[in-house]
């Protein structure tokens, strides 16, 4: 049975919407593995980076401008959904966002004043669906009536044997080797490639994860967001220890702030305030070394985890109010600790 028509996320759902989209401007970005595309969507004017140097030797040189320029009028936030193609909540979460851009309204009809807003002040970047091989390799596109057994094969895929992967056994072959494997999951594109940790990668592997730096460096936005989804969501994962000690304060900063707005509108948020153990440079964190972003991710619910069950329309809400509590920050005094 699918998921109610606000919700839907499927790769085709996700090209019928760009399709229909009058105020924002689409492009392809990359092609999977798999030979799908991956699209950006952007909203509001962009404004030129003129620089003489990566973000790295300017740094070094004590020169920033060297990789900024003379500096923009707008911040710019970009949001990277469905990293993992079995967390396809993030999809719904933004092409509902696509809609309050459109129409001032989610595609349930309610309407987000304060979100349409604060998105009129800046530029946002969204790449609605990161691993579409990995999101076809899913015929359900609603996890809230999945099995254990069914949300563990779909996510992390089986091995040979018909046993789970499970999480965190899936990243400990990088690329996953097609032979080892009868379902390969929706954490993978066609190459086998997490494209979370495709980094390192060789570009026509992890193609995806090297178009979205390629994409980060043209656009360096003042805020990259990663959207994922797990069972004990909602929570963000803020103080990465791969980020300079600033931007790990800020991180728990701007979580708060969206803790409090998801509390107030009775989402239940989780507080995570614990960085990862993991010192690993992956591709949100990378983001900061490419382009000096601050850099959150964020965790959704899948909805159907006993004891933390949340209904189609909360999710919903629950990745907008996130939106809107990031929007207002960026547009009331800037992502990063210094604005």
Known sequence: MAAPEFYRNSVEEVERVLERLKKAEVKQVARSPGGRPVYAVAYGEKEPVERTANLSSALAGRKPEAFYG?????????????MHGAEMESIAGVLNLFSVLETGSDRKGKPWEALAEAAEQMRLVVVPCLNPDG????????????????LEKYRHGLWKDGSHITW????????????????MGGYFNDAGANPAHGVFLPREVAVETHAVLDLVLEETPDLYLDLHSCGSGPFFI????????LFRLRSYYVEGHCVRLL???????????RPSAAQVIDLYTAAYHVAG??????EGPHG?????????EEIVDIYLTTFEGLLAIGAEEGFKPNG
């Open 70 to 82: 003379s500096g923009r009028t707008r911040q710019v936030m970009m949001i990277v959904s469905a």
């Open 135 to 150: 999101r076809a390799r899913i015929a359900c596109d609603d996890p809230l009536t999945w099995s254990h057994d069914q």
């Open 168 to 183: 965190p056994a899936c990243k400990n072959w990088h690329p996953m080797p097609p032979e080892k494997v009868v379902f």
């Open 238 to 245: 803020p103080g990465q220890p791969m980020l300079p000690e």
């Open 263 to 273: 509390r107030e509108r009775g989402l239940r948020p989780k507080a995570r305030s």
């Open 293 to 298: 972003s601050m850099c959150m991710l964020f």
């Open 304 to 312: 159907a985890q006993k004891g933390n069950e949340y209904t189609h």
